[in-house]
């Protein structure tokens, strides 16, 4: 039984009053929500919160989901609109933290990045993770969320075009658009070493 099989008969069950078939699906995907929840939000406790609340939203939205697309692209919509919205209100809030993109350990980056073969290797990678990490944060959300759906999260193009409900072909225009911009920061730090 394939995958989106076995989570549409899930669905099923919890529809019937099955509340341990939805138990079952939170193990499943919460890890994967919990990694992109944090691409939003980087306090890994908020993140935890923002997470729990996307699998009530989903629980509670549950009986509306009519499998047109699989579970977790439907779940991973709402994890998405769920972290913004955490992010709005957090603007709103007085006592908004400053977000610290400074910690390596919440980055999960390609090794070709990462020569540590000396100080000015080290140097240059660090300014290159942190320049392609302010890049993708200053991106627009729809070219954010479309290059992180893709490159991190390896979904296909048909896939992000329904999580993200628009076409495939702005689908690539955004994924070749954020590639763009990466391109020219990179390119931009190479030229001046």
């Not at 908020?46 to 939203?57: G, R, T």
């Not at 919509?77 to 957090?90: C, D």
Request: proline letters at 4%.
């Amino acid at each position: 039984m394939g995958n989106r099989a076995s989570d549409q008969l899930l669905v099923e069950r919890v529809k019937a009053g099955d509340k341990h078939a939805f138990d079952l699906l939170v193990l499943k995907y919460q890890h994967r929500i919990i990694k992109l929840i944090m691409r939003y939000v980087r306090d890994p406790a908020e993140a935890l919160d923002v997470s729990q609340e996307a699998f009530i939203k989903a629980y509670r939205a549950l009986p509306n989901f009519r499998g047109d697309s699989a579970f977790y692209t439907w779940m991973y919509r709402i994890a998405i609109n769920t972290a913004k919205n955490h992010l709005v209100a957090a603007q709103r809030s007085p006592l908004n933290a400053a977000v610290d993109i400074s910690e390596p350990e919440e980055f999960e980056w390609h090794p070709s990045l990462q020569d540590r073969s000396s100080p000015e290797a080290e140097a240059l990678g660090d300014e290159l993770r942190e320049a392609v990490e302010q890049t993708l944060q200053d991106l627009p959300d729809d070219l954010r969320a479309a290059i992180t759906l893709r490159e991190l999260d390896g979904l296909t193009y048909e896939e992000i075009a329904q999580v993200m409900e628009c076409p495939v072909g702005t689908v690539r225009s955004r994924i070749f658009r954020a590639r763009e911009a990466m391109d020219k920061t990179i390119q931009h730090i190479m030229e001046e070493t």
